[in-house]
């Protein structure tokens, strides 16, 4: 398995049409009106989203409507799937106060934005899918919360139910490093894994890893990610509801080592934006995390 290591900075250039839709943090954010904790507590926030990027359809509204969601909750970390150079290029000119990570520089690749006053940034690395026909990798981050060691994957696994093998060979590489990770590392994975519920138990994931839905007792209204019932930004001859996009935790297990746990979750983009279109055919997961 082929990988390597680099921080990622995109040269592509942004239309016009697009900077004609650049948009200002709202003053009535969720997280602006937080109050400070007395401590400073180990804390994460967290959106994962495949935006579409290869969808012209409405795309600069549509990414417009990204970047209003991210500047009303704020997370620190964003997990970013089918990403094109246009919108990132976009996302940097938006989203000063972040760090794009890109997974790709050609295509349709993966991200990750990391807020620079809460996040530090150690190292990236790019990890092949050997066996990949669809150009996916892992896009992983080293990185450093709160004076607490975080591990950050992302991923875009193969798509179309015939591809399970090579979702199944994916979703080994992500257990790999979730199991050989150190034990006084956090390790978050988010992203639009294509996988159904026996393709992960095929597989089985390490006993310290937990499916943060799952965790957070199965709730019906964030269960479906992928909803045709709901989302008409794409016309399918089917109706599909699919939980492909999901967030994977593996708390820190030495001991003095504070366990990060998940502690609420929620869809985003589920409201249509003024041009007709949601952000994506896909809904955002907002997700929030506290030390135990």
């Known amino acids: 398995m082929e990988s390597d290591s680099e921080t990622h900075s995109g040269e592509d250039t942004t239309p016009d049409d697009w900077m004609d839709l650049a948009v200002d943090s709202p003053a009535d954010s969720p997280a602006a009106t937080q109050k400070p904790s007395e401590k400073e507590d180990f804390k994460l926030s967290l959106i994962t989203w495949n935006v579409d990027g290869r969808d012209l359809e409405k795309r600069p509204e549509r990414s417009t409507g990204l970047v209003k969601y991210l500047n009303l909750y704020k997370p620190d970390v964003v997990f970013l799937q089918e990403l094109v150079p246009p919108y990132v290029q976009f996302l940097k000119e938006q989203l000063v106060n972040y760090l794009m990570i890109e997974g790709g520089r050609k295509g349709c690749f993966t991200g990750m934005l990391l807020k620079m006053s809460r996040v530090k940034l150690v190292e990236s690395e790019i990890v092949a899918y050997p066996t990949t026909k669809m150009m996916r990798n892992l896009l992983v981050t080293q990185v450093i919360v709160s ?14 139910k015939e591809n399970t093998a090579e979702r199944l060979n994916q979703l080994h590489v992500v257990k790999r490093r979730f199991k050989h990770a150190p034990d006084d590392v956090t390790v978050v994975f988010g992203g639009d894994t294509n996988l159904r519920d026996a393709e992960v138990t095929k597989v089985g994931l390490p006993a310290t890893v ?43 297990i030495r001991r003095g080592v504070p366990r990060l746990a998940p502690d609420h979750m929620a869809l985003v983009g589920l409201e249509k934006l003024d041009c007709g279109r949601y952000t994506s055919d896909h809904w955002g997961i907002y997700c929030t995390f506290s030390a135990e």
Not at 147 to 160: I, Y
Not at 211 to 234: P, S
């Open 147 to 160: 004076g607490q060691k975080l591990c950050l994957m992302t991923s875009h696994f193969e798509s179309c």
């Open 210 to 252: 937990c499916d943060v839905w799952e965790r957070l007792g199965k709730q019906e209204h964030c269960r479906y990610t992928w909803d045709t019932t709901a989302n008409n930004n794409k016309t399918f001859p089917f109706v599909a509801r699919c939980r492909f996009d999901r967030i994977y935790l593996r708390p820190a």
